[in-house]
């Protein structure tokens, strides 16, 4: 088999080249390859635009040259893109300028063993030589289309890119070939229609719940016509000006409001929910009608809903719109199993329903979206176990034609969650059909992350826990008393984690490993443990140290410490309120 040779012995006859119309992510693309070939094979390969005469074997950049490599990727996606030997050259190309920053990456990583675990933890081979097989021909597209990894370490820029994430979150810009951009990233149904603003001169905008109408935990009354136009003509102004977004929300509100009745029972709501046998029924009909006149003026944008809580289940009549995402939100589930496995176990339990809806919404919908999560949101801090669950899970929904995925964690500043970066790095590889298995990405992460000989005890941390939780039920807002937490795991994570510490290059990382055991140890604490809010106030210092700011969802950090003095496992929470902040 031929082998040509790029660099060998700090030598080479290539250059780097790019389109002299290329754009500035293209650019960037080049310096990034140099920067990395550089710090692996400690030889800089020269970059110039084909503006020059070529003078020998290039790596080809985009679409330098003029090359007509692009025909391989017809009928792909716009990020879709090729590493391609060709006449002792490399094309790495792509669809778009966010594609051919991809394929760098890609090249990097097939040839150097580049990786990005987090933004301050890279690496590359350090290698003497670098060849490539002649014809060598690789061509990559992705499952989902939209991948969001929505933790708080995995917003950063470079993160993102390098990892191959096109997330709304992430501080994403030209320079990396942009994102795909929403306005109005989620609940929106009060930002199209303020109940403070409408609900006194029209009461009938609004839900209808045991004949009254509501202004407080509401909707909109979705078969009003005059909330039809409001809505309409609010989501116009919207894409006029914010024309660099793709995706528009059109989606019911929260309100903290967990399981509780807030979707309008109007006489004409409740006949469009009655023959769809679901309340979504009112929803996808009223999104339709938004998208089929949107599309007459923006044919290219797509509108936004939820299949959340009251609206999970899918309808049965109407059919969503092809312009129209539906994002399924599984917040009902348990996390310690597979939502397959759950469902085989028992076919009524709540995760085997939402795979029921799952199924349902796949066959119906051209656009489906999942709205997944991977923390304890009441404690962020406990540990939360579900490494193997993400990726089956994953597995699953692309298996049914899932089209974008949001993982989301803890999002505060700072982070600080059960193993956010792990979570973040692994969910980031598997959105993106990385071939390796859980078990090889896990490992190699924590080698890099943690040190050669601190992983070794941190991967037996790390699969006690695994192993542990499947004899249980784990939820998103679990509290410290929970019978999986017992005595004898948390001295033995003690026991894992302070070896780690012992033998780690990177104390830090390992100490964010810690205050999870910390945490659940503390709350536990018998109210009358000597000197115990001492040790919650030490703990808090810990917490600031680590710039963790945080620890229960959207609350003021002195607020979760003071609940966890005055309360043993932090239950009563007396006088709590949410720091409602939206992240767009």
Same mark, same amino acid.
Request: aromatic letters at 14%; proline letters at 2%.
């Given at each position: !088999?031929?082998?040509?040779?790029?660099?060998?012995?700090?030598?080479?006859?290539?250059?780097?080249?790019?389109?002299?119309?290329?754009? #500035?992510?293209?650019?960037?693309?080049?310096?990034?390859?140099?920067?990395?070939?550089?710090?692996?094979?400690?030889?800089?390969?020269?970059?110039?635009?084909?503006?020059?005469?070529?003078?020998?074997?290039?790596?080809?950049?985009?679409?330098?040259?003029?090359?007509?490599?692009?025909?391989?990727?017809?009928?792909?996606?716009? #990020?879709?893109?090729?590493?391609?030997?060709?006449? =002792?050259?490399?094309?790495?190309?792509?669809?778009?300028?966010?594609?051919?920053?991809?394929?760098?990456? @890609?090249?990097?990583?097939?040839?150097?063993?580049?990786?990005?675990?987090?933004?301050?933890?890279?690496?590359?081979?350090?290698?003497?030589?670098?060849?490539?097989?002649?014809?060598?021909?690789?061509?990559?597209?992705?499952?989902?289309?939209?991948?969001?990894?929505?933790?708080? =370490?995995?917003?950063?820029?470079?993160?993102?890119? @390098?990892?191959?994430?096109?997330?709304?979150?992430?501080?994403?810009?030209?320079?990396?070939?942009?994102?795909?951009?929403?306005?109005?990233?989620?609940?929106?149904?009060?930002?199209?229609?303020?109940?403070? #603003?409408?609900?006194?001169?029209?009461?009938?905008?609004?839900?209808?719940?045991?004949?009254?109408?509501?202004?407080?935990?509401?909707?909109?009354?979705?078969?009003?016509?005059?909330?039809?136009?409001?809505?309409?003509?609010?989501?116009?102004?919207?894409?006029?000006?914010?024309?660099?977004?793709?995706?528009?929300?059109?989606?019911?509100? +929260?309100?903290?409001?967990?399981?509780?009745?807030?979707?309008?029972?109007?006489?004409?709501?409740?006949?469009?929910?009655?023959?769809?046998?679901?309340?979504?029924?009112?929803?996808?009909?009223?999104?339709?009608?938004?998208? +089929?006149?949107?599309?007459?003026?923006?044919?290219?944008?797509?509108?936004?809903?939820?299949?959340?809580?009251?609206?999970?289940?899918?309808?049965? @009549?109407?059919?969503?719109?092809?312009?129209?995402?539906?994002?399924?939100?599984?917040?009902?589930?348990?996390?310690?199993?597979?939502?397959?496995?759950?469902?085989?176990?028992?076919?009524?339990?709540?995760?085997?329903?939402?795979? =029921?809806?799952?199924?349902?919404?796949?066959?119906?919908?051209?656009?489906?979206?999942?709205?997944?999560?991977?923390?304890?949101?009441?404690?962020?801090?406990?540990?939360?176990?579900?490494?193997?669950?993400?990726?089956?899970?994953?597995?699953?929904?692309?298996?049914?034609?899932?089209?974008?995925?949001?993982?989301?964690?803890?999002?505060?500043?700072?982070?600080?969650?059960?193993?956010?970066?792990?979570?973040?790095?692994?969910?980031?590889?598997?959105?993106?059909?990385?071939?390796?298995?859980?078990? +090889?990405?896990?490992?190699?992460?924590?080698?890099?992350?943690?040190?050669?000989?601190?992983?070794?005890?941190?991967?037996?941390?790390?699969?006690?826990?695994?192993?542990?939780?499947?004899?249980?039920? !784990?939820?998103?807002?679990?509290?410290?008393?929970?019978?999986?937490?017992?005595?004898?795991?948390?001295?033995?994570?003690?026991?894992?984690?302070?070896?780690?510490?012992?033998?780690?290059?990177? @104390?830090?990382?390992?100490?964010?490993?810690?205050?999870?055991? #910390?945490?659940?140890?503390?709350?536990?604490?018998?109210?009358?443990?000597?000197?115990?809010?001492?040790?919650?106030?030490?703990?808090?210092?810990?917490?600031?140290?680590?710039?963790?700011?945080?620890?229960?969802?959207?609350?003021?950090? =002195?607020?979760?410490?003071?609940? !966890?003095?005055?309360?043993?496992?932090?239950?009563?929470?007396?006088?709590?309120?949410?720091?409602?902040?939206? !992240?767009?």
């Amino acid at each position: !088999m031929n082998v040509i040779s790029i660099v060998d012995n700090k030598k080479t006859n290539y250059h780097i080249v790019h389109s002299v119309n290329s754009t #500035e992510c293209e650019r960037y693309a080049c310096s990034e390859l140099q920067k990395y070939l550089y710090e692996s094979l400690e030889f800089p390969i020269p970059i110039f635009s084909d503006k020059c005469l070529k003078r020998g074997p290039e790596i080809i950049i985009g679409r330098a040259r003029n090359n007509n490599e692009l025909s391989k990727l017809i009928g792909k996606s716009e #990020e879709a893109f090729l590493i391609i030997e060709k006449d =002792n050259d490399i094309i790495i190309t792509g669809n778009s300028s966010r594609a051919i920053l991809y394929a760098v990456y @890609k090249f990097l990583e097939e040839f150097v063993g580049f990786r990005c675990f987090t933004k301050d933890c890279e690496k590359v081979d350090k290698l003497d030589s670098l060849s490539i097989k002649k014809d060598y021909l690789l061509i990559q597209d992705f499952s989902f289309e939209y991948r969001e990894v929505y933790f708080r =370490n995995a917003f950063d820029a470079n993160f993102a890119s @390098k990892n191959m994430l096109n997330s709304n979150l992430a501080n994403l810009g030209a320079i990396h070939g942009n994102k795909v951009k929403w306005y109005n990233f989620h609940h929106s149904f009060s930002d199209l229609i303020n109940p403070n #603003e409408y609900f006194e001169e029209h009461p009938e905008y609004f839900s209808l719940i045991d004949d009254k109408r509501r202004k407080e935990h509401t909707e909109l009354c979705l078969s009003n016509e005059e909330v039809f136009n409001l809505c309409l003509e609010k989501i116009r102004s919207w894409i006029k000006n914010n024309p660099d977004c793709k995706i528009f929300s059109v989606a019911q509100d +929260e309100w903290m409001g967990h399981f509780i009745k807030m979707a309008c029972e109007c006489e004409n709501c409740k006949k469009i929910d009655d023959e769809n046998n679901s309340q979504s029924g009112s929803i996808i009909t009223f999104v339709n009608r938004i998208v +089929e006149e949107l599309q007459k003026e923006f044919p290219d944008k797509l509108i936004h809903t939820f299949a959340y809580q009251y609206s999970r289940k899918a309808p049965t @009549k109407v059919k969503p719109h092809n312009n129209v995402i539906v994002r399924l939100c599984n917040i009902e589930c348990s996390w310690s199993k597979s939502i397959e496995e759950l469902t085989s176990i028992d076919g009524t339990c709540e995760t085997a329903k939402f795979y =029921n809806d799952l199924i349902n919404w796949s066959k119906i919908t051209n656009r489906l979206y999942i709205w997944d999560y991977a923390v304890n949101f009441r404690n962020y801090l406990l540990p939360f176990p579900n490494l193997f669950v993400i990726a089956k899970n994953i597995s699953l929904y692309r298996k049914n034609n899932v089209k974008g995925v949001l993982m989301q964690g803890n999002f505060s500043y700072g982070g600080g969650g059960y193993l956010d970066e792990l979570k973040s790095y692994l969910t980031a590889r598997l959105l993106r059909d990385d071939a390796k298995s859980v078990n +090889e990405i896990i490992e190699e992460f924590c080698f890099y992350y943690y040190g050669d000989v601190a992983s070794k005890y941190v991967l037996e941390y790390i699969y006690l826990w695994e192993k542990h939780v499947r004899n249980y039920n !784990m939820w998103l807002y679990d509290n410290a008393d929970h019978e999986m937490f017992n005595e004898e795991i948390i001295q033995e994570s003690f026991r894992l984690l302070n070896k780690a510490l012992e033998f780690t290059t990177n @104390k830090e990382r390992v100490e964010r490993l810690l205050i999870s055991i #910390e945490y659940l140890y503390l709350v536990r604490l018998e109210m009358d443990y000597p000197n115990r809010n001492k040790l919650i106030d030490d703990f808090k210092e810990k917490i600031l140290k680590l710039r963790i700011t945080e620890i229960f969802e959207r609350t003021e950090l =002195n607020y979760s410490i003071e609940i !966890m003095k005055k309360s043993r496992y932090a239950i009563d929470r007396k006088d709590w309120y949410s720091l409602y902040y939206i !992240m767009r």
